[in-house]
Nanobody, 124 residues
Framework: VQLQASGGGLVQAGGSLRLSCGAS????????MGWFRQAPGKERDVVAA????????YYADSVKGRFTISRDNAKNTVYLQMNSLKPEDTAVYSC??????????????????WGQGTQVTVSS
Protein backbone atom coordinates (compact mmCIF):
# COMPACT_ATOMS: atom_id res chain seq x y z
CA VAL A 1 0.00 0.00 0.00
CA GLN A 2 1.37 3.37 -0.98
CA LEU A 3 -0.11 6.29 0.89
CA GLN A 4 -0.05 9.88 -0.32
CA ALA A 5 -0.84 12.71 2.07
CA SER A 6 -1.70 16.16 0.77
CA GLY A 7 -3.36 19.39 1.82
CA GLY A 8 -0.78 20.88 4.14
CA GLY A 9 0.34 24.47 3.96
CA LEU A 10 0.75 27.76 5.76
CA VAL A 11 -2.27 29.16 7.55
CA GLN A 12 -2.90 31.84 10.15
CA ALA A 13 -4.01 30.93 13.64
CA GLY A 14 -7.74 30.32 13.69
CA GLY A 15 -7.75 29.09 10.12
CA SER A 16 -8.58 25.70 8.65
CA LEU A 17 -6.98 23.05 6.49
CA ARG A 18 -8.14 19.70 5.22
CA LEU A 19 -5.61 16.95 4.82
CA SER A 20 -6.24 14.03 2.50
CA CYS A 21 -4.63 10.62 2.43
CA GLY A 22 -5.08 8.55 -0.70
CA ALA A 23 -3.80 5.13 -1.53
CA SER A 24 -2.61 3.24 -4.56
CA UNK A 25 -2.16 -0.45 -4.90
CA UNK A 26 -4.84 -1.50 -2.45
CA UNK A 27 -8.27 -0.46 -1.29
CA UNK A 28 -8.25 1.13 2.16
CA UNK A 29 -11.70 0.00 3.17
CA UNK A 30 -10.42 -2.81 5.41
CA UNK A 31 -7.59 -0.80 6.97
CA UNK A 32 -7.84 1.16 10.20
CA MET A 33 -6.20 4.51 9.58
CA GLY A 34 -4.49 7.16 11.62
CA TRP A 35 -3.09 10.64 11.37
CA PHE A 36 0.10 11.42 13.26
CA ARG A 37 2.21 14.52 13.59
CA GLN A 38 5.78 15.26 14.48
CA ALA A 39 7.15 18.65 15.40
CA PRO A 40 10.90 19.37 15.33
CA GLY A 41 12.64 17.77 18.29
CA LYS A 42 9.51 15.93 19.40
CA GLU A 43 8.21 12.41 19.09
CA ARG A 44 5.61 11.35 16.57
CA ASP A 45 2.21 11.54 18.25
CA VAL A 46 -1.22 10.36 17.23
CA VAL A 47 -3.64 13.10 16.24
CA ALA A 48 -6.68 11.06 15.27
CA ALA A 49 -7.53 7.52 14.30
CA UNK A 50 -10.47 5.79 12.67
CA UNK A 51 -11.69 2.22 12.38
CA UNK A 52 -11.97 0.50 9.02
CA UNK A 53 -15.72 1.06 8.91
CA UNK A 54 -15.45 4.63 10.09
CA UNK A 55 -17.75 3.89 12.99
CA UNK A 56 -15.18 4.46 15.72
CA UNK A 57 -12.83 7.39 16.04
CA TYR A 58 -10.18 8.64 18.45
CA TYR A 59 -8.79 12.12 19.01
CA ALA A 60 -5.87 13.35 21.01
CA ASP A 61 -6.99 15.67 23.80
CA SER A 62 -5.14 18.55 22.20
CA VAL A 63 -7.31 18.44 19.05
CA LYS A 64 -10.71 17.35 20.37
CA GLY A 65 -13.45 19.64 19.17
CA ARG A 66 -11.22 21.16 16.48
CA PHE A 67 -10.18 18.26 14.23
CA THR A 68 -12.36 15.67 12.52
CA ILE A 69 -11.15 12.46 10.94
CA SER A 70 -13.32 10.81 8.32
CA ARG A 71 -13.03 8.35 5.49
CA ASP A 72 -14.65 7.82 2.15
CA ASN A 73 -14.00 4.21 1.28
CA ALA A 74 -15.57 4.64 -2.14
CA LYS A 75 -12.88 7.24 -2.92
CA ASN A 76 -10.18 5.30 -1.08
CA THR A 77 -9.38 8.42 0.92
CA VAL A 78 -9.11 9.42 4.55
CA TYR A 79 -9.43 13.05 5.62
CA LEU A 80 -8.41 15.20 8.54
CA GLN A 81 -10.39 18.41 8.78
CA MET A 82 -8.51 20.85 10.98
CA ASN A 83 -10.30 23.93 12.28
CA SER A 84 -9.32 26.65 14.75
CA LEU A 85 -5.68 25.92 14.10
CA LYS A 86 -3.11 27.02 16.64
CA PRO A 87 0.63 27.65 16.29
CA GLU A 88 1.24 24.54 18.40
CA ASP A 89 -0.39 22.47 15.66
CA THR A 90 2.62 23.18 13.46
CA ALA A 91 4.19 19.86 12.47
CA VAL A 92 4.65 17.35 9.70
CA TYR A 93 1.45 15.34 9.45
CA SER A 94 1.53 11.76 8.22
CA CYS A 95 -1.17 9.25 7.54
CA UNK A 96 -0.81 5.57 8.33
CA UNK A 97 -2.65 2.35 7.57
CA UNK A 98 -2.84 -0.81 9.60
CA UNK A 99 -3.27 -4.20 7.97
CA UNK A 100 -6.11 -5.82 9.82
CA UNK A 101 -8.08 -5.01 12.92
CA UNK A 102 -11.56 -3.70 13.43
CA UNK A 103 -11.05 -0.84 15.83
CA UNK A 104 -8.84 2.26 15.91
CA UNK A 105 -5.21 2.24 16.93
CA UNK A 106 -3.15 4.99 18.50
CA UNK A 107 0.47 3.90 18.57
CA UNK A 108 2.85 4.34 15.62
CA UNK A 109 3.95 0.71 16.10
CA UNK A 110 0.37 -0.41 15.40
CA UNK A 111 0.63 0.70 11.78
CA UNK A 112 2.18 -1.03 8.81
CA UNK A 113 2.18 1.60 6.06
CA TRP A 114 3.03 5.29 6.14
CA GLY A 115 2.65 8.23 3.81
CA GLN A 116 5.44 10.70 3.20
CA GLY A 117 4.05 13.49 5.37
CA THR A 118 2.78 16.98 4.65
CA GLN A 119 3.90 20.14 6.42
CA VAL A 120 1.37 22.19 8.34
CA THR A 121 2.55 25.57 9.56
CA VAL A 122 0.30 27.80 11.65
CA SER A 123 1.43 31.38 12.10
CA SER A 124 0.43 33.49 15.09
Amino acid sequence: VQLQASGGGLVQAGGSLRLSCGASGRTLSSYPMGWFRQAPGKERDVVAAISSSGGSTYYADSVKGRFTISRDNAKNTVYLQMNSLKPEDTAVYSCAARYGGSYYYTRPADYDYWGQGTQVTVSS
